[in-house]
Nanobody, 123 residues
Framework: QVQLVESGGGLVQAGGSLRLSCAAS????????MGWFRQADGKEREFVAA????????KYADSVKGRFTISRDNAANTVYLQMTSLKPEETAVYYC????????????????WGQGTQVTVSS
């Protein structure tokens, strides 16, 4: 079992930056691949980024490549999502997720989810 708590969301102007954090507790954090997803009002939850257990492999949705960076600190049991050049259409609740396996963009393969943090990008 692992518990996930996101933080760092808020209101930012278009073109601005935010860094999200996801703190994990419970079993060994380094045993889990981590992912970030987002869900806008009325839309399905979509993949944003994922990182392997060691941090050596990262994956990104095409829409965020070059602007978002996922990273992790296994000593601190935390995964991060650095977001730059934010767009109004990226307003959503951002969730982190964990799975005991390889990193993946497939939402249904993640077993553990946080409660989410709201990111609002104003135009």
């Amino acid at each position: 079992q692992v518990q996930l708590v996101e933080s760092g969301g808020g209101l930012v102007q278009a073109g601005g930056s935010l860094r999200l954090s996801c703190a994990a507790s419970g079993r060994t954090f380094s045993s889990y691949a981590m992912g970030w997803f987002r869900q806008a009002d009325g839309k399905e939850r979509e993949f944003v980024a994922a990182i392997s257990r060691s941090g050596s492999v990262t994956k990104y949705a095409d829409s965020v490549k070059g602007r978002f960076t996922i990273s992790r600190d296994n000593a601190a049991n935390t995964v991060y999502l650095q977001m730059t050049s934010l767009k109004p259409e990226e307003t959503a609740v951002y969730y982190c997720a964990a799975r005991a396996g390889d990193s993946t963009e497939l939402r249904y393969l993640y077993r553990y989810w946080g409660q989410g943090t709201q990111v609002t990008v104003s135009s």
